[in-house]
């Protein structure tokens, strides 16, 4: 990162959202829990934002795996397997940010998206825009 970036401030966004929460509830469970949360991928969204880089899913996962290592253990970008510790991959970014897409992309019978995924991404947007 090129400039220190608020974490907290970019969390709080996040939180007074609801964003993650409500796509959270979207995606529906697999065998294996994911290790990568919406929260975690929308906040390595915003760092690279803020970090005036594009974000592409490559710099978003650099993002998250150059945070201080409190913060990856925090946020689930390392965790603890059972031959020690995991970082996040890429590939795990891509499969988390599929899902959301995909969740966010469901269409109701006439082709219109679904009324949550329209409001939850439009509130993220305006969140980002105005914050």
Same mark, same amino acid.
């Given at each position: 990162?090129?400039?220190? *970036?608020?974490?907290? $401030?970019?969390? !709080?966004?996040?939180?007074?959202?609801?964003?993650?929460? $409500?796509?959270? +509830?979207?995606?529906? !469970?697999?065998?294996?829990?994911?290790? /990568? $949360?919406?929260?975690?991928? /929308?906040?390595?969204?915003?760092? +690279?934002?803020?970090?005036?880089?594009?974000?592409?899913? $490559?710099? *978003?996962? /650099?993002?998250?795996?150059?945070?201080?290592? !409190?913060?990856?253990?925090?946020?689930?970008?390392?965790?603890?397997?059972?031959?020690?510790?995991?970082?996040?991959?890429?590939?795990? &970014?891509?499969? &988390?940010? =599929?899902?959301?897409?995909? =969740?966010? !992309?469901? @269409?109701?019978?006439?082709?219109?998206?679904?009324?949550?995924?329209?409001?939850?991404?439009? @509130?993220?947007?305006?969140? *980002?825009?105005?914050?």
């Amino acid at each position: 990162m090129s400039a220190p *970036i608020d974490l907290g $401030r970019l969390e !709080a966004i996040l939180h007074a959202s609801g964003v993650p929460a $409500r796509i959270e +509830t979207m995606l529906s !469970a697999g065998v294996r829990p994911r290790q /990568l $949360r919406v929260h975690t991928l /929308l906040l390595g969204i915003l760092i +690279t934002l803020a970090d005036e880089r594009p974000p592409h899913l $490559r710099r *978003i996962h /650099l993002s998250l795996i150059g945070l201080p290592d !409190a913060q990856k253990r925090r946020l689930g970008v390392t965790c603890a397997w059972k031959n020690g510790p995991h970082e996040l991959t890429y590939r795990q &970014t891509e499969y &988390t940010f =599929a899902r959301v897409v995909t =969740a966010l !992309a469901e @269409q109701k019978r006439d082709g219109r998206p679904s009324e949550p995924p329209r409001v939850c991404w439009r @509130q993220f947007v305006c969140l *980002i825009i105005y914050q």
